[in-house]
């Protein structure tokens, strides 16, 4: 078992200690509008907003070696080459390491005495990525060598810019400035924005054409302009534009040199265009490299990054927790992938390229349930962007880009799911922050134009789409697919072109899917608590009586026997049932029938989980999505039978459906159970690096199952439902400290062993110190409760009247 590395839990860094990871280990820059990615080895891009449309840097994804775009530093001493990052020249390196840390990476590579640091990050609310690079002398002896950087430029369209050659080698154009190189692609007409690569230390020498500096018979691995020891100040002119700067340092024994890096996405405002024909106005660049030229400011920028991540992660921390896996990935790691799941949706990581998938409607709204509590304003108008991206009639955009914020008409709408998610995360708004003006807030209809409808408008259209959508069953229509994307009852795809999501006419369907009446369930059961708490009785009667006539459905239809079935396909024969021969019991339908209330008196619920521990449960990787997977493609199924057995959707562990069973052990008091399926697919937790591969400190999206050849291999990690809903799990059912209308509510569910942990909670203005103690060894239920000493009834800590701004609560467990 090799060892790659380790957390470093104070500092919330995870320290890489060689650079050849099983597959390349991503961190993200940038929370605001500028955002990077970067591996352990510099590998990785930047953009703005947008990866599809304002991409800065290139990145080839299915290349081979992996990961060998991105931000570089070569060290030329003598005969020798190498990067402080080992790639892409491999030299073999004296020492290595790479921390990971919140919105940082900082790369140190040491070699014949020298060592080379270079830190990257994103200043807040910053266009621009900053390295900070060091060079240091180790050696007792004077040393010369010569430092090159490198960045290989995007035409900002990403799509365009792998695809249209005949084009695009004949439009790149940069202009030189002293330490700056400008990259002004289609500058000349209609983009106001260019990049600035700047170095803020005079430089001796650069290269902006490809061709000269990597050479077009050379590769990364050995560029033509360091292998000599000295860049051609070259000018591009067309083909493919790079900034490349030579820096020559001596430097005596002992003695560090240390000077900043800037790349920047300028939008050139209102100022000037031209300074003279063909000749860009750069005051905005050369301000900008005025500024970072203070090495005090580049150490501002970093601690402001640092000081940031302190200040929203102190709105959740659990200091004592016993399960150290737990610990820090609710304290860190886990917030982290928040932040960059409800940043990015699905769109670009090392799996996502950027150019595919813009916002998810479904994910954009549950991204919310594990980032709202950070920062909830932020929140706020992600929910009302989303839900003016539906129509009139319910159906929702299933993605839109961020830059346009408008639905992507390619993939259109018809996933029937999709509706019901905004009900969650507004709640899970107003529990936050008991905002209701949010309600109120106008936010039109895509095909409605001037449309003022509020939000709640969209609420109540959500549940009238699932209402008026339903089949034989009375349960609701599937669409093209529910939550899995892959449950396509209506592509009957017999044609390899076509994308599963959108074959198919939909119209006058019959499938159905009981994921979509579980979640119903749990969407109506949130918003009759919301309309109690806003006073109006009658419209949470209404919603309850919905409620009501759903879970009878839902029992008289889906019940199997020993689980819930799953859907029923176009020809209303069941899927996820004792009767099929392939994929009888599915994940999905237990996990949102036990959450939306279902089996509660009848002991279908503890039953349908019990179901899942036996087929689809293993320890070491988590639970499978159903069993058994399908061998064979079933054009009645779509996507789903597509996967080999194992993999993806097709019996794949995938992680973000499990957190929901997870949530239902919880719901029964099962703390062991709960940690233990918790730590299942905890990727802190993971042993085996080199059988799991991904990052250890973020979830992946899937691990190939105990169906699969390869079981226990992680993949497509960082953007998936994951984050978000580990952290509810982790936060609100295990540790139970729960956001609620009136107040926070005390709920945990915890292993009988477990002594107490404590959590510091600030919400609404108010700092909570809780302390929980098991003195009788339970899992489940609050005996007392008390606040600032004052004992009181019930397990709701009501919000202070008396303005106090600091409360200690002390819960005992035990009831
Ligand atoms: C994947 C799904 C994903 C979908 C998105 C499918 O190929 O298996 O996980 O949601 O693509 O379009
Ligand atoms: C990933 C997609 O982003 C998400 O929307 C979907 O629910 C899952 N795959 C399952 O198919």
Redesign the pocket.
């Known amino acids: 078992m090799a060892n790659y590395g380790h957390f470093d839990d104070s500092n919330r860094e995870y320290v890489i200690t060689r650079p050849d990871t099983p597959l390349p280990w991503l961190n993200y820059f940038g929370q605001d509008e500028f955002f990077g990615m970067a591996t352990q080895t510099a590998g990785g891009y930047t953009f703005w907003k947008d990866a599809k449309l304002r991409r800065l840097t290139r990145y080839r994804y299915n290349n081979n070696p992996m990961d060998n775009d991105g931000r570089f530093l070569y060290v030329k001493q003598g005969k020798s080459v190498w990067n402080p990052g080992w790639k892409p020249t491999r030299t073999k390196l004296d020492a290595f390491e790479c921390r990971h840390g919140l919105g940082y990476s900082r790369i140190t590579g040491k070699k014949d005495g020298i060592e080379v640091e270079q830190l990257m990050f994103i200043p807040p609310g910053e266009n621009l990525e900053v390295w900070k690079i060091s060079v240091r002398n180790k050696t007792k002896k004077p040393q010369k060598l010569s430092l090159f950087s490198y960045v290989e430029f995007c035409f900002f369209e990403a799509l365009n810019d792998m695809t249209n050659y005949q084009r695009t080698y004949s439009i790149g154009e940069v202009e030189i400035e002293g330490s700056a190189i400008y990259h002004k692609t289609e500058y000349r007409e209609r983009r106001n924005h260019y990049t600035l690569f700047g170095c803020t230390r005079k430089i001796d020498g650069y290269d902006t054409s490809r061709d000269a500096f990597v050479g077009v018979h050379h590769g990364l691995h050995d560029p033509k302009a360091v292998m000599a020891g000295k860049c051609t100040n070259s000018r591009a002119f067309g083909w493919n534009p790079v900034g490349a700067q030579q820096i020559n340092l001596s430097l005596k024994p002992g003695q560090e040199e240390t000077f900043a890096i800037v790349l920047a996405y300028v939008d050139q405002g209102d100022l000037p265009k031209f300074d003279s024909p063909m000749v860009m106005n750069k005051t905005k660049g050369r301000e900008i490299l005025a500024r970072y030229s203070d090495m005090k400011v580049v150490d501002a920028a970093f601690n402001a990054v640092k000081e940031r991540w302190e200040s929203l992660l102190s709105i959740y921390q659990a200091p004592k927790v016993p399960n150290v896996h737990l610990q820090r990935m609710v304290n860190t790691w886990n917030q982290a992938q928040c932040m960059a799941t409800f940043n990015l949706s699905?769109s670009a990581s090392g799996y996502e390229t950027g150019i595919g998938?813009g916002m998810?409607y479904?994910?954009s709204n549950q991204d919310i349930l594990g980032f709202v509590h950070l920062l909830p304003a932020r929140a706020r108008q992600r929910i009302l962007d989303i839900a003016s991206t539906q129509l009139a009639d319910g159906t929702c955009f299933h993605q839109y880009q961020p830059l346009t914020k408008k639905g992507n008409a390619d993939i259109g709408g018809g996933f029937n799911d999709d509706p019901l998610w905004l009900i969650l995360s507004t709640c899970a708004y107003i529990r936050e922050t008991g905002d209701l003006t949010i309600l109120n807030e106008p936010c039109g209809y895509a095909d409605k134009p001037g449309s003022k409808d509020p939000l709640l408008h969209h609420i109540e259209t959500s549940i009238q789409y699932t209402l008026n959508n339903r089949g034989p069953h009375a349960l609701p229509l599937i669409g093209h697919?529910d939550?899995?994307?892959?449950l396509n009852l209506n592509c009957h795809s017999k044609e390899p072109n076509e994308s599963f999501q959108t074959a198919g006419d939909i119209a006058g369907s019959k499938a159905e899917s009981v994921m979509i009446a579980g979640l119903f369930l749990y969407a109506t059961r949130d918003l009759v608590k919301l309309y109690h708490f806003m006073g109006q009785t009658q419209d949470a009667s209404r919603i309850q009586g919905h409620y009501d006539d759903m879970l009878k459905t839902v029992e008289e239809q889906a019940w199997d026997g020993a689980w819930y079935t799953r859907a029923f396909d176009a020809e209303s024969k069941p899927i996820g049932s004792k009767v099929c021969k392939e994929g009888k019991i599915y994940i999905e339908s237990q996990a949102w029938c036990v959450l939306g209330g279902a089996g509660q008196n009848n002991g279908r619920a503890k039953k349908a989980l019990q179901a899942v521990d036996k087929y689809l449960y293993t320890p070491e990787h988590g639970c499978a999505l159903q069993y058994p997977p399908y061998s064979t493609y079933h054009s009645e199924l779509g996507e789903v039978s597509s996967y080999p057995p194992g993999y993806k959707?097709n019996a794949g562990v995938?992680s973000?459906n499990n957190t929901w069973i997870h949530i239902g052990w919880t719901m029964f008091g099962e703390g062991e159970k709960a940690l233990e399926y918790y730590l299942s697919i905890c990727p802190s937790a993971k042993k085996d690096h080199d059988v799991y591969r991904s990052e250890p400190y973020v979830y992946a999206?899937m691990t190939a199952s105990q169906f699969s050849p390869t079981p226990g291999e992680g993949k497509n990690s960082w953007l998936?439902?994951t984050g978000a809903w580990s952290f509810v799990v982790a936060s609100q059912s295990i540790l139970g400290v729960q956001p609620d209308y009136t107040g926070l509510r005390i709920d945990p569910c915890i292993p009988k062993k477990w002594k107490g942990f404590s959590v510091s909670r600030k919400f609404r203005g108010v700092t909570y110190s809780i302390e929980v103690t098991n003195p009788k060894s339970k899992s489940k239920g609050v005996k007392s409760l008390k606040i600032d000493g004052q004992k009181i009834a019930g397990n709701v800590i009501p919000l202070p009247t008396d303005g106090r701004t600091a409360v200690k609560v002390e819960v005992t467990l035990g009831a």
Do not use: S
Not at 483 to 486: A, E
């Open positions: 699905r998938r998810g479904r994910d697919a939550w899995n994307d892959c959707e995938f973000h999206q998936t439902g």
